[in-house]
């Protein structure tokens, strides 16, 4: 499957939602396309992985420096996903301590959740997918 990558604005943050799949072969156009949004002065920026359907460790090695770029620009980057394939992949890595996690955008524009290491985020992202805060099954 291809990627597609749309950007819009949202509360004054860059908004890359991206579909698809995240891998070797197309990890180098996200970063492309992250590293143009730096460069342009977005610095506050939302990454939105509801819609991708695969991301392996280049993907992952791909939103780390972002994530990295942001910082040393002053700015910030956030991912939204609720999708618990993905979620699962930044738990297993410890990615979810990394970066700030939102189940949903509309808890990045509103500030629903707290700032910080991305471990509550994380968490409240794991309950929306059906998952307790240690990653086991909610009973039905």
């Known amino acids: 499957m291809d990627l597609t990558l749309k950007t819009h604005t949202e509360a004054n943050r860059t ?65 939204v996903c609720a999708q618990e394939r993905v979620l699962k992949l930044l738990r297993i890595t410890g990615l979810d301590q990394v970066f700030t996690v939102r189940a949903s955008l509309a808890e990045v524009t509103d500030g629903e959740a707290t ?10 992202a794991g309950a929306a997918a059906g998952q307790t805060a240690d990653g086991g099954s909610e009973p039905s």
């Open 115 to 124: 700032d910080g290491d991305g471990a509550e985020a994380s968490n409240e």
């Open 15 to 79: 908004v890359l939602e991206v579909a698809g799949e995240v891998d070797v072969y197309t990890g180098p156009t996200l970063r492309d396309r992250i590293s143009d949004l730096l460069d342009s002065g977005a610095h506050d920026l939302v990454v939105d992985l509801g819609k991708v359907d695969f991301i392996d460790s280049t993907g992952l090695g791909v939103l780390v420096g972002a994530l990295n770029g942001a910082k040393d620009l002053g700015g910030s980057l956030q991912l």
